[in-house]
T-cell receptor
Framework: GESVGLHLPTLSVQEGDNSIINCAYS??????FIWYKQESGKGPQFIID?????DKRQGQRVTVLLNKTVKHLSLQIAATQPGDSAVYFC????????????FGAGTRLAVHP | EAGVAQSPRYKIIEKRQSVAFWCNPI?????LYWYQQILGQGPKLLIQ????????DSQLPKDRFSAERLKGVDSTLKIQPAKLEDSAVYLC???????????FGPGTRLLVL
């Protein structure tokens, strides 16, 4: 069925360390993947996306890696800061559809000073 | 650029009452989405509009939920009658087109007693 899951429900890191948040997706027909950050009391905020014809994409302090062979997605945050503390969701977009996003359950990132 | 606006931000009602949420998307965005986010879960798509037409409402509980997007801009989501399990955050998102990044509003937190 359609589902997007995450390996780790919570991740605790020290400030300044690098963080890696993992995600497994189940639909091999998905062609577009997005990472969102959601802070308490706010809506999801777009971080970075990647299309299925790419393996890696970099943004400011963030990198997304896509491994289509094992249907795995990861978000790497460099030099994690307290402001990065939030819940992170990966979402997959089924190809051929009307931009229907399937979200995973989320990973909580806690950054400790 | 103004983001997606939603109101009210919070709503508390008793079961069997009705409630309505309002969303104003980012100017120029043709596609509008309503999501339901239950505590501890990722957002789930309820309905998607392309301009003022519905393109996906497969997960909308149509016996109690309704939504409209008159004139292809603002949208309202209504629940009538509400049930306890409708307690959730209702998120509105918009995108320029149906293959473009979705931007979320702050959400409306609904508590049904």
């Amino acid at each position: 069925g359609e589902s997007v899951g995450l390996h780790l429900p919570t991740l605790s890191v020290q400030e300044g360390d690098n963080s890696i948040i993992n995600c497994a997706y189940s639909n091999s027909a998905s062609d577009y993947f997005i990472w969102y950050k959601q802070e308490s009391g706010k809506g999801p905020q777009f971080i970075i996306d990647i299309r299925s014809n790419m393996d890696k994409r970099q943004g400011q302090r963030v990198t997304v890696l896509l491994n289509k062979t094992v249907k795995h997605l990861s978000l790497q945050i460099a030099a994690t800061q307290p402001g990065d503390s939030a819940v992170y969701f990966c979402a997959e977009n089924l190809s051929g559809g009307y931009n229907k996003l399937i979200f995973g359950a989320g990973t909580r990132l806690a950054v400790h000073p | 650029e103004a983001g997606v606006a939603q109101s009210p931000r919070y709503k508390i009602i008793e079961k069997r009452q009705s409630v309505a949420f309002w969303c104003n998307p980012i100017s120029g965005h043709a596609t509008l989405y309503w999501y339901q986010q239950i505590l501890g879960q990722g957002p789930k798509l309820l309905i998607q509009f392309q301009n003022n037409g519905v393109v996906d409402d497969s997960q909308l509980p149509k016996d109690r939920f309704s939504a409209e997007r008159l004139k292809g801009v603002d949208s309202t989501l209504k629940i009538q009658p509400a049930k306890l399990e409708d307690s959730a955050v209702y998120l509105c998102a918009s995108s320029f087109g149906y293959q473009e990044t979705q931007y979320f509003g702050p959400g409306t937190r609904l508590l049904v007693l």
